[in-house]
């Protein structure tokens, strides 16, 4: 089982930056895809951008392409999400899930198996 912890998020302006941490307990963090997805006030929850166990392929939404970079360090077990030029589309709460998916960074929630408590992300206008 894994458990997973996000910090990062906040209150940016628009076309700021953020970045968010998702650690994970557990000896077997590089066992897993990791994935990052949001959910905003009234919407259901969407895939943001995912990464394999060994960090060797990624996955984005369309909306985040070429602004948001997922990257992780298995050395200690965390994963992250550098958001760049954020809009306030952005605005959701983020959360990290572990999937057992090793080779593909799925886009469907009901591939992840393990799930954080989530992070608030404000972007204000």
């Known amino acids: 089982q894994v458990q997973l912890v996000e910090s990062g998020g906040g209150l940016v302006q628009a076309g700021g930056s953020l970045r968010l941490s998702c650690a994970a307990s557990?000896?077997?963090?590089?066992?897993?895809?990791m994935g990052w997805f949001r959910q905003a006030a009234g919407k259901e929850r969407e895939f943001v951008a995912g990464?394999?166990?060994?960090?060797?392929?990624?996955n984005y939404a369309d909306s985040v392409k070429g602004r948001f970079t997922i990257s992780r360090d298995n050395a200690k077990n965390t994963v992250y999400l550098q958001m760049n030029n954020l809009k306030p589309e952005d605005t959701a709460v983020y959360y990290c899930?572990?999937?057992?998916?090793?080779?593909?960074?799925?886009?469907?929630?009901?591939?992840?198996?393990?799930w954080g408590q989530g992070t608030q992300v404000t972007v204000s206008s």
């Open positions: 990464i394999i166990w060994s960090g060797g392929s990624t």
């Open positions: 557990g000896r077997t963090f590089s066992s897993y895809t």
């Open positions: 899930a572990a999937s057992t998916k090793r080779y593909y960074a799925s886009r469907s929630h009901g591939d992840y198996d393990y």
